[in-house]
């Protein structure tokens, strides 16, 4: 079985701080593992993934997340916030052998100006 | 491509009254997904398809939930009698294989409310 963890349910920056959303994920098979954002009112969109190879993924909007295997983690990061940023933001699991996402419980960002 | 649509957006029933949520896929892909988002319990994955064929409906709270999947553009969560606590935002993805490193494309979602 697969679990998704994220610390937070919500998360307040200043517009140009640091975003950092937490993510950890047990599985007992080697994991896939997704960020997708959801703007209010609208479907989830992929902002990145890992699967295979390099631990550090770029994804859209200057999102970036490092899978590491030894803290179990798939954090992401953007350096700068921006207002447009505000939205909720889900950390997803699944595996090479699977086909369903296994989604954390969410987290709330609001950007303060 | 318009990406999933779903169908209606938005839906008012009083209790008891059967629901029918539409999807149709991105033309191509070959897997489906229906899930159930509310603020206690988060996003749940009801039942997904391949190829048609539901794989794992292990997700549908009961049996007063039903998918279908008649063809590869076309399915429908159907709810009878819906209730109060079906309330929620229900979503429909779909993505391209069988791997797990596909990406899942989601619709707007049909916000229901049962009163």
């Known amino acids: 079985a697969q679990s998704v963890t994220q610390l937070g349910s919500h998360v307040s920056v200043s517009e140009g701080a640091l975003v950092l959303l937490r993510c950890n994920y047990s599985?007992?098979?080697?994991?896939?593992l997704f960020w997708y954002v959801q703007y209010p009112n609208q479907g989830l969109q992929l902002l990145l993934k890992?699967?295979?190879?390099?631990?550090l993924v770029k994804g859209i909007n200057g999102f970036e997340a490092e899978f590491k295997k030894s803290e179990t983690s798939f954090h992401l990061t953007k350096p700068s916030a921006h207002m447009s940023d505000a939205a909720e933001y889900f950390c997803a699991v699944t595996s090479a052998a699977g086909n369903k996402l296994t989604f954390g419980g969410g987290t709330r960002v609001l950007v303060k100006p | 491509d318009a990406g999933v649509i779903q169908s209606p957006r938005h839906e008012v029933t009083e209790m008891g009254q059967e629901v029918t949520l539409r999807c149709k896929p991105i033309?191509?892909?070959?897997?489906l997904f229906w899930y159930r988002q509310t603020m206690m319990r988060g996003l749940e994955l009801l039942i997904y398809?391949?190829?048609?064929?539901?794989?794992?409906d292990s997700g549908m709270p009961e049996d007063r939930f039903s998918a279908k999947m008649p063809n590869a553009s076309f399915s429908t969560l159907k709810i009878q009698p819906s209730e109060p606590r079906d309330s929620a935002v229900y979503f429909c993805a779909s993505s391209l294989g069988e791997a797990g490193s596909t990406e899942a494309f989601f619709g707007q979602g049909t916000r229901l409310t049962v009163v």
């Open positions: 599985s007992s098979v080697p994991p896939y």
């Open positions: 890992y699967t295979t190879g390099a631990t």
């Open positions: 398809f391949n190829n048609n064929v539901p794989i794992d």
């Open positions: 033309s191509g892909h070959n897997s």
